[in-house]
């Protein structure tokens, strides 16, 4: 059973910068995409950034570019998401997905397992 776990989020200003992890548990995770999605209150689930696991291809949501980075410490089975540069419209509940997939999609659908999700919240 594919278990994933996010934390890191919380309260920051604008300008500011939060980490958020992802550990991933149940099988390993060679053929594997892993992303972050967020949602903010009455709007659909949206695609951030994306990685291979084995490749490490990444891939983002372009408002984000520049901004986020999304990298995987195969070790821990961890999965990041380093958030700086944050403006008020980062504000959403940020989940964490994974698939087993070749290529890294960007619709929700896609998306076989789910973290519970955790609170960034970005004050102007």
């Known amino acids: 059973q594919v278990q994933l776990v996010e934390s890191g989020g919380g309260l920051v200003q604008a300008g500011g910068s939060l980490r958020l992890s992802c550990v991933a548990s149940g099988r390993t995770f060679g053929g594997y995409v892993m992303a972050w999605f967020r949602q903010a209150p009455g709007e659909e689930r949206k695609f951030v950034a994306g990685i291979r696991w084995i490749s490490r291809y990444t891939d983002y949501l372009e408002s984000v570019k520049g901004r986020f980075t999304i990298s995987r410490d195969n070790a821990k089975s961890t999965v990041y998401l380093q958030m700086n540069g944050l403006k008020p419209e980062d504000t959403a509940v940020y989940y964490c997905?994974?698939?087993?997939?070749?290529?890294?999609?960007?619709?929700?659908?896609?998306?076989?397992?789910w973290g519970q999700g955790t609170q960034v919240t970005v004050s102007s």
């Open positions: 997905a994974a698939v087993s997939r070749a290529s890294i999609p960007n619709g929700p659908e896609n998306y076989a397992y």
